[in-house]
């Protein structure tokens, strides 16, 4: 495993051929040499370390193998068998962050998506400041997303932030002063995570289903209206069918990118996430990297793949089929 | 379309909703950069009791922040170069030649995308170290190490929107530059570059803005002197005192570049996913 492909610099593209094999040569790998860059980089960041990392799973890869892991004793299934065992308090921990990252993407997926549609739906119409509110709910997703999130964390403080000072002093649905709620600590910081995440993620299905809407023909609409539909009709049987295959690519991607978040949680709460907020990304960085056991690391981010891998063939399997039939 | 009462009722509704949603986090960032450090670490003022710019002075003394920045921009600069580039050839390849394998590298960058970042950042961690001790070239704390890993997180969708923006540019266009004596790539480099320029500039503000942002291999693929604004800005909150006022200078000014950038050019992003991907 330690026999790697050094990081090749890009080949420069082969300048115009003198002899006539040289040009025939060319015409048939020239494909091949445009390709070769992408390659010997996908293979040396995502495709080798991903094979590396399954058979690391398989390594009793402690702190004392980290500098020299050709030698860590192979450890079989013994990783999958103590990060499964749901008895021990290894398990339970896995088991416990899986359902906060269940619960965490099924809720971020459904608001981001529900406020982008009924966003993008609403300003389908030409209206005046139609292009700056556009511009406007572009902007959580163009800015870095620590500058955002510690803007959020910010908000959130307890005793100094926005939120308390809107909720408590303002509106007066939460308590002030010494019983102000925390947001960043115990059963609060779960939909402190889910409200920074929508507000990162639903511009950009808001932008996703605004270039969907731009290929719906006009003429659906008219003949709609012809046909004496009214307004909820010809969303109903006209935008919905017409959005269907951008959706369900849009829900994947939210479903990936929200599943693997880690960066949202690192930034609002640092290095140690509340239990109620311990995404699986998290728990797995912080039980590598805090005991240097990578061997069970990798047996954790195998199963997630495994899990994530389940869920997208599922997924496409059925929504696949549904369009078929309809 | 004829539209119900309704219906306008709720745009108002709907849309006032979301200009609040957005406009509040902006607002304390931009608002609390103005404020003195006392304001900061009392109740929520909604607006300052005096104006200062001090924060955005103090920002470049309290950490090395000048140093992130030089950081940020040479890696995600050099990132995006890169990563444009080895888009285009590729893209090239996938629109406009058939050859063995071409479904399967395309299925192959795409689902790379699906992996969880953290599946391959130990294994990746331990190979950029264990390169750096068999060869000698540092890919483990330092920059380089960090382009590469980047300009790979844009790839795969850098390819897969140029290549649809490639293939919506009629083929008629390059067989006249070969008529003209252009080989393929000349007509790559003369025809299909000019006149892709919005989906390249697209491809382009991505590439950077996930370089830009990016937070979970900085913070492990970095050291002290290389480490960039993502994991730097994080450093105010180590601190005893956090001066927040300075931690919302700080990041107003790192989103600056990105925000200004992405607004002056989002309708080639908007073109370019109407054109490739949403199709």
Redesign the interface.
């Given at each position: 495993m330690?026999t790697?492909t050094?990081?090749a610099p890009?080949p420069a593209?082969p300048g115009?051929g003198k002899s006539a094999r040289a040009r025939v040569w060319r015409g048939m790998s020239?494909?091949?040499l445009?390709?070769l860059?992408?390659?010997v980089?996908?293979l040396?960041?995502?495709?080798?370390?991903?094979l590396?990392?399954i058979g690391?799973s398989f390594l009793k890869l402690t702190q004392f193998y980290?500098?020299n892991?050709a030698e860590a004793p192979v450890a079989g299934l013994d990783n999958y068998r103590f990060v499964l065992d749901f008895n021990a308090a290894a398990g339970r921990a896995l088991m416990s962050s899986f359902w906060v990252t269940v619960q965490y993407t099924v809720a971020s997926v459904a608001l981001a998506w529900l406020?982008g549609t009924?966003?993008a739906v609403?300003?389908q119409?030409e209206f005046r400041g139609r292009g700056g509110?556009r511009?406007?709910?572009?902007?959580?997703?163009?800015?870095?997303?620590?500058?955002?999130v510690?803007?959020?964390?910010?908000?959130f403080?307890r005793?100094?932030?926005?939120v308390?000072?809107i909720l408590g002093?303002t509106l007066g649905l939460v308590g002030t002063g010494g019983d102000a709620p925390f947001w960043l600590i115990g059963d609060n910081s779960f939909w402190s995570l889910v409200i920074v995440s929508v507000?990162r993620n639903w511009p950009f299905a808001f932008?996703?289903i605004?270039?969907?809407l731009?290929?719906i023909p006009r003429d659906l609409?008219e003949a709609a209206?012809i046909d004496g539909a009214?307004?909820w009709r010809?969303f109903r049987s006209v935008t919905q069918p017409m959005l269907r295959p951008?959706n369900q690519v849009l829900f994947l991607v939210l479903f990936?990118w929200t599943?693997?978040d880690?960066?949202t949680p690192?930034?609002l709460f640092?290095e140690s996430a509340p239990k109620e907020a311990s995404l699986i990304?998290i728990h797995?960085?912080q039980s590598?990297?805090k005991t240097w056991n990578?061997g069970l690391?990798?047996a954790m981010?195998?199963l997630?793949?495994l899990f994530?891998?389940l869920v997208?063939a599922v997924y496409l399997a059925v929504t696949s089929r549904r369009r078929t039939v309809v | 379309?004829?539209?119900?009462r309704w219906?306008s009722w709720?745009?108002r509704l709907?849309?006032g909703f979301?200009?609040l949603?957005?406009?509040?986090?902006?607002y304390?960032?931009l608002a609390?950069s103005l404020k003195p450090l006392s304001d900061?670490?009392?109740?929520?003022h909604w607006l300052p009791t005096n104006l200062t710019f001090e924060p955005f002075i103090e920002i470049w003394s309290t950490i090395p922040l000048a140093k992130y920045f030089v950081n940020s921009l040479i890696v995600s600069g050099t990132a995006t170069v890169?990563s444009v580039?080895?888009?285009i050839?590729?893209a090239?390849?996938?629109s406009r030649?058939e050859?063995r394998g071409?479904n399967l590298?395309s299925i192959?960058?795409l689902s790379?995308?699906?992996?969880?970042?953290?599946?391959?950042?130990?294994?990746?961690f331990?190979?950029f170290?264990?390169?750096g001790?068999?060869?000698g070239?540092v890919?483990y704390g330092s920059r380089l190490g960090l382009i590469?890993?980047y300009?790979?997180f844009s790839?795969?969708f850098a390819?897969w929107m140029l290549a649809g923006y490639f293939a919506s540019i009629p083929k008629e266009l390059d067989e006249a530059a070969k008529v003209d004596g252009c080989?393929?790539?000349g007509a790559l480099i003369r025809i299909v570059i000019p006149a892709s320029t919005p989906g390249i500039v697209a491809v382009a503000i991505y590439a950077f803005?996930t370089a830009?942002?990016?937070?979970?291999f900085a913070?492990?693929m970095t050291d002290s002197d290389t480490r960039t604004?993502?994991v730097g800005?994080?450093e105010y909150?180590t601190q005893v005192d956090v001066y927040?006022n300075q931690?919302?200078a700080a990041?107003?000014v790192?989103?600056v570049p990105?925000?200004a950038g992405?607004?002056l050019l989002?309708r080639y992003?908007?073109a370019g996913?109407?054109a490739g991907?949403?199709?």
């Amino acid at each position: 495993m330690t026999t790697l492909t050094k990081p090749a610099p890009a080949p420069a593209p082969p300048g115009p051929g003198k002899s006539a094999r040289a040009r025939v040569w060319r015409g048939m790998s020239l494909p091949y040499l445009l390709l070769l860059p992408a390659v010997v980089l996908e293979l040396l960041i995502h495709l080798v370390p991903m094979l590396v990392g399954i058979g690391m799973s398989f390594l009793k890869l402690t702190q004392f193998y980290i500098r020299n892991w050709a030698e860590a004793p192979v450890a079989g299934l013994d990783n999958y068998r103590f990060v499964l065992d749901f008895n021990a308090a290894a398990g339970r921990a896995l088991m416990s962050s899986f359902w906060v990252t269940v619960q965490y993407t099924v809720a971020s997926v459904a608001l981001a998506w529900l406020l982008g549609t009924a966003g993008a739906v609403l300003m389908q119409r030409e209206f005046r400041g139609r292009g700056g509110l556009r511009t406007l709910f572009l902007v959580p997703y163009a800015l870095p997303m620590y500058a955002a999130v510690i803007t959020w964390a910010f908000m959130f403080q307890r005793d100094t932030g926005m939120v308390n000072s809107i909720l408590g002093d303002t509106l007066g649905l939460v308590g002030t002063g010494g019983d102000a709620p925390f947001w960043l600590i115990g059963d609060n910081s779960f939909w402190s995570l889910v409200i920074v995440s929508v507000w990162r993620n639903w511009p950009f299905a808001f932008l996703i289903i605004m270039a969907g809407l731009q290929n719906i023909p006009r003429d659906l609409y008219e003949a709609a209206a012809i046909d004496g539909a009214g307004w909820w009709r010809q969303f109903r049987s006209v935008t919905q069918p017409m959005l269907r295959p951008v959706n369900q690519v849009l829900f994947l991607v939210l479903f990936l990118w929200t599943f693997n978040d880690f960066n949202t949680p690192y930034v609002l709460f640092g290095e140690s996430a509340p239990k109620e907020a311990s995404l699986i990304s998290i728990h797995i960085y912080q039980s590598s990297f805090k005991t240097w056991n990578f061997g069970l690391g990798s047996a954790m981010s195998v199963l997630l793949l495994l899990f994530l891998l389940l869920v997208t063939a599922v997924y496409l399997a059925v929504t696949s089929r549904r369009r078929t039939v309809v | 379309m004829s539209e119900p009462r309704w219906v306008s009722w709720a745009r108002r509704l709907v849309l006032g909703f979301l200009v609040l949603f957005t406009v509040l986090p902006l607002y304390a960032m931009l608002a609390s950069s103005l404020k003195p450090l006392s304001d900061v670490q009392g109740d929520w003022h909604w607006l300052p009791t005096n104006l200062t710019f001090e924060p955005f002075i103090e920002i470049w003394s309290t950490i090395p922040l000048a140093k992130y920045f030089v950081n940020s921009l040479i890696v995600s600069g050099t990132a995006t170069v890169l990563s444009v580039t080895i888009a285009i050839f590729a893209a090239y390849a996938v629109s406009r030649f058939e050859f063995r394998g071409k479904n399967l590298f395309s299925i192959t960058v795409l689902s790379t995308q699906m992996f969880p970042g953290i599946l391959f950042l130990l294994p990746l961690f331990l190979i950029f170290v264990n390169i750096g001790n068999a060869t000698g070239i540092v890919l483990y704390g330092s920059r380089l190490g960090l382009i590469i890993t980047y300009l790979t997180f844009s790839l795969p969708f850098a390819i897969w929107m140029l290549a649809g923006y490639f293939a919506s540019i009629p083929k008629e266009l390059d067989e006249a530059a070969k008529v003209d004596g252009c080989g393929p790539l000349g007509a790559l480099i003369r025809i299909v570059i000019p006149a892709s320029t919005p989906g390249i500039v697209a491809v382009a503000i991505y590439a950077f803005m996930t370089a830009w942002g990016e937070v979970l291999f900085a913070s492990v693929m970095t050291d002290s002197d290389t480490r960039t604004l993502a994991v730097g800005l994080q450093e105010y909150s180590t601190q005893v005192d956090v001066y927040w006022n300075q931690v919302m200078a700080a990041s107003l000014v790192v989103s600056v570049p990105v925000v200004a950038g992405f607004l002056l050019l989002q309708r080639y992003l908007v073109a370019g996913l109407t054109a490739g991907a949403v199709k």
